[in-house]
């Protein structure tokens, strides 16, 4: 290492089932990062990896002193893996990016510069995701538009994993955002600090595939507008108003034909109604369940992230 660098940048990698990509990316990003002006450590967290991810990690430890690893109990998801990068780190600067080089590791120098100028928090906006294709690329800034929309907070649109923080605003996050449920990179955005952004062209994944199914990624969604707007408690006060006034429409509909026809004719108007309103009920106790689900879980306070070793760490070896 270079003992005339003055400070030192944390590069945190999530890595889960990466075992085609981690070579490519080291490979790769070694030499980039050797040329920064800051030291760095590159901090892989391996999140229940299943494939050979682990072995390879623990080959680049021992073969490489600035390389420190955290292997998981178990696979807990993508955020829990950059928070524990987050708690792991030990520099001034901390960066997150992905294994598969969609994240350029070019970039790793022009976010040191923005932190030499006094910016604490940096978020790395993509211009174009080659990779992604059309459709996902619509609705991920569909979804961006609608949550921005209903949420008091405000999303850089196409925020991605890949963002910079100095170790004073991630100290923030890893005290006080300790969510169960949790929407980091909305978190990231939304801490305050001196703020900027960079945009960057996301390359195409070099090797495996994305490890986000439409499953998890609408899962995703949904936690995301939970944590973020309380919109969804308040629609069973407009349902209620609306259903309301469709009732007063039918009565004065009811008593029409009442003072006409003599008779009026119930049954099939307490059948639609009835459907009507208990299919409008029960969505929103399963609203309310979704939110009760969530502080269920904050309730229980069962760890982010458990880890089962460390490697490659100065002093916490495990
Ligand atoms: N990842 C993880 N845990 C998971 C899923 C993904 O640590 O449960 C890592 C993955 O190895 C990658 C990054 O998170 O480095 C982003 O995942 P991916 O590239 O599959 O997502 P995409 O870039 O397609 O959104
Ligand atoms: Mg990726």
Known sequence: ?????????????????????????????????????????????NDG??????????????????????????????EAAMLAGLDHSIGEGIVCMDADLQHPPE???????????????????????????????????AFYKFLNKISDVKLENNASDFFAL???AAQVLKTNYREKVRFLRGYVQNIGFNRTTIEYEARA???????????????????????????PLKLGIYSGIIVGFLGLLVMLET??????????????????????????LFVIVGIIGEYIAILFTELKDRPIYIVH??????????
Request: overall charge neutral; glycine content about 6%.
């Open 107 to 141: 970039c790793v120098a022009q976010i040191i510069e923005k932190f030499e100028e006094g910016y604490e928090v940096i978020n790395m906006v993509r211009t174009k995701n080659k990779s992604a294709g059309f459709i996902k690329n619509l609705t991920s800034s």
């Open 1 to 45: 290492m270079n003992g005339q660098k003055p400070k030192t940048i944390s590069i945190v990698i999530s890595v889960y089932n990466e075992e085609k990509a981690l070579h490519e990316f080291y490979r790769e990003a070694t030499p980039v990062f050797e040329a920064l002006p800051w030291n760095y450590e590159l901090i892989f967290v």
């Open 49 to 78: 990896s299943a494939d050979a991810s682990g072995q390879i990690l623990a080959e680049l430890a021992a073969a490489d002193p600035r390389v420190r690893v955290i292997n998981f109990s178990r696979n807990f998801g993508h």
């Open 255 to 280: 008593i029409y034909e009442w003072a006409v026809k003599g008779t009026p004719n119930g049954y099939a108007t307490i059948v639609v109604l009835l459907c009507f309103m208990f299919a409008m």
């Open 309 to 318: 070793d460390t490697k490659g760490f100065p002093e916490k070896e495990s």
């Open 205 to 231: 994944r070099v090797a495996g595939e994305s490890k986000y199914s439409i499953r998890k990624l609408f899962k995703f969604s949904i936690n995301t507008i939970l944590c973020f707007s309380d919109l």
């Open 166 to 168: 100095t170790a004073n």
